[in-house]
């Protein structure tokens, strides 16, 4: 098994850019796709980024992804944020197992 | 339009039983895996179950809920279902059905989430 390990919140004012991380402890299913779930208070989880990098439809270009090997870590990063961007993000991936696993989650505030 | 709608939650005590559905509507359910995962109040995302394949034949369950819940499916009904026995008070959660779109644990379209309750 393995951990994901994200910041529990992370702050940033309008039009500004805000990265978040998301470390894997060392696993042998470091090669494994990370999506990346964006869910607003009393509302289902949406996937704002898939396979490392990838939007799906309908998600703005301002949203972006990135995975570093050397450090075992993903990034989410969302540049010109609004106030609509506010929620909770969470990483995934899945594990040797073929058990998915969550990070913790980041609760995004936009002031 | 793909929709996944979850029922089956409530109220219950510890040590019971419950059963939830979701009935999966506007895509081949058949070809898709799918998931239960949940969330407890004001907590994170936790994985419980999978199945994939047509005939459900590759199962997995988090270490958590192993050898208490069951994960099946019937796909002449198009609905996923999670058994959850030997309840207890930490199960207490929001549980979600998700299609996983290619059996690689990527969860494209999840549901509005149905309530369980543990307590006496």
């Known amino acids: 098994n393995f951990m994901l390990t994200q910041p529990h919140s992370v702050s940033e004012s309008p039009g500004k850019t805000v990265t978040i991380s998301c470390t894997r402890s060392s696993d042998s299913s470091a090669s494994n796709y990370v999506q990346w779930y964006q869910q607003r208070p009393g509302s289902s989880p949406t996937t704002v980024i898939y396979?490392?990098?990838?939007?799906p439809s309908g998600v703005p270009d301002r949203f972006s992804g990135s995975v570093d090997s050397s450090s075992s870590s993903a990034s989410l990063t969302i540049s010109g944020l609004k106030t609509e961007d506010e929620g909770d993000y969470y990483c995934q991936s899945y594990d040797t197992n073929n058990h998915a696993v969550f990070g913790g989650g980041t609760k995004l505030t936009v002031l | 339009e793909v929709q996944l709608l979850e029922s089956g939650g409530g109220l219950v005590q510890p040590g019971g039983s419950l059963r939830l559905s979701c009935v999966a509507s506007g895509f081949t359910f058949s070809s898709y895996a799918m998931n239960w995962v949940r969330q407890a109040p004001g907590k994170g995302l936790e994985w419980v179950s999978s199945?994939?394949?047509?005939?459900?034949?590759?199962?997995y369950y988090a270490d958590s809920v192993r050898g208490r819940f069951t994960i099946s499916r019937d796909n002449s009904k198009n609905t996923l279902y999670l058994q959850m026995n030997s309840l207890r008070a930490e199960d207490t959660a929001i549980y979600y059905c998700a299609r996983d779109l290619w059996g690689l644990y990527y969860f494209d379209y999840w549901g509005q989430g149905t309530l369980v309750t543990v307590s006496s």
């Open positions: 396979e490392n990098d990838q939007r």
């Open positions: 199945i994939t394949g047509p005939h459900g034949d590759r199962i």
